[in-house]
T-cell receptor, first 117, second 115 residues
């Protein structure tokens, strides 16, 4: 199993450009998440999804959109990139909460380093 | 709202020695899970250890163990016999069992292992 994969691994954008980050998981997880990691701020949740066709806002959703058209994929879009969106982006997936899945951890992708000039 | 605090931005330890990383959290809930994740230079986050709040016994995974103090809302990670491969950023995380789907992460502690 590949686990959680992210495409691309690195990207440089100019201010105002758009792009989409792709996350794929092969563990049949219901829940998927997008985080950004900035120095001294840990991981902050951007958006998350609890199932195919559903998404919800996290802690820092402004400037980002997401879609979960297929269970295994979770896309993060930047419509008009800004320098403040320079960061490392992580995708994660997990089983649902409850029952035998209590306490299950998140599985993370390798991250995408995005620089916006 | 729950919060997770890691007050040590950076720690150093000599190879083969023991080091303890601190984590405190704030919650009004009684049922939750706590996790320690490791992020090596490769950036891939890996689960190190987890603790269920209702279990009094501290979790242990080989050289990694926790000191879970529920009343004090403290969850420290002890690494024994430190190895060069332990050098990484370590994140403490909290997850409620009340229905929220979110994990809350601390800001991380960078561990350096000195040869």
């Amino acid at each position: 199993n590949a686990g959680v994969t992210q495409t691309p691994k690195f990207r440089v954008l100019k201010t105002g450009q758009s792009m989409t980050l792709l996350c794929a998981q092969d563990m049949n997880h219901e829940y998927m998440y997008w985080y950004r990691q900035d120095p001294g701020m840990g991981l902050r949740l951007i958006h998350y999804s609890v199932g195919e066709g559903t998404t919800a806002k996290g802690e820092v959703p402004d400037g980002y959109n997401v879609s979960r058209l297929k269970k295994q994929n979770f896309l993060l879009g930047l419509e008009s990139a800004a320098p403040s969106q320079t960061s490392v982006y992580f995708c994660a997936s997990s089983t649902p909460w409850g029952g035998p899945f209590r306490g299950n951890e998140q599985f993370f992708g390798p991250g995408t380093r995005l620089t916006v000039l | 709202a729950q919060t997770v605090t890691q007050s040590q931005p950076e720690m150093s330890v000599q190879e083969a020695e023991t080091v303890t990383l601190s984590c405190t959290y704030d919650t009004s809930e009684s049922d939750y899970y706590l996790f320690w994740y490791k992020q090596p230079p490769s950036r891939q986050m890996i689960l190190v250890i987890r603790q269920e709040a209702y279990k009094q016994q501290n979790a242990t995974e080989n050289r990694f163990s926790v000191n879970f103090q529920k009343a004090a809302k403290s969850f420290s990670l002890k690494i024994s016999d430190s190895q060069l491969g332990d050098a990484a950023m370590y994140f403490c995380a909290y997850r409620s069992t009340s229905g929220t789907y979110k994990y809350i992460f601390g800001t991380g502690t960078r561990l350096k292992v000195l040869a």
